[in-house]
């Protein structure tokens, strides 16, 4: 059975940063990519960033280019999101996921093959 567990979320001030961790199990993803998308209250869910697990090739939405990053750690099979300089439209329920579709294509995914129960990230300003 496969799991992606979140973790990492929480309050914090506009300015900060949280790191968002994503576990992954129950598979290989070596030919799969895993990212994370986030939906905020009355919002459609957005693509936020993804990478390709053998290449590690990175992609993320313009919007938190240089202020969010994304990597993974092989030997944990978990992917991380570095989130700083948040700000308060950043604020949402982000949800790690893992498809077989490259990384580069994510931000036009209607569904994905695996996804988490997603964490509470919010912003005060």
């Known amino acids: 059975q496969v799991q992606l567990v979140e973790s990492g979320g929480g309050l914090v001030q506009t300015g900060g940063s949280l790191r968002l961790s994503c576990a992954a199990s129950g598979r290989t993803f070596s030919s799969y990519a895993m990212g994370w998308f986030r939906q905020a209250p009355g919002k459609e869910r957005e693509f936020v960033c993804a990478?390709?697990?053998?290449?590690?090739?990175?992609y993320c939405l313009s919007s938190v280019w240089g202020r969010f990053a994304i990597s993974k750690d092989n030997a944990k099979n978990t992917v991380y999101l570095q989130m700083n300089n948040l700000k308060p439209e950043d604020t949402a329920v982000y949800h790690c996921?893992?498809?077989?579709?490259?990384?580069?294509?994510?931000?036009?995914?209607?569904?994905?093959?695996?996804w988490g129960q997603g964490t509470q990230v919010t912003v005060s300003s």
């Open positions: 996921a893992a498809d077989r579709a490259s990384a580069a294509a994510w931000s036009t995914l209607k569904s994905v093959d695996y």
């Open positions: 990478l390709d697990w053998s290449s590690g090739s990175a």
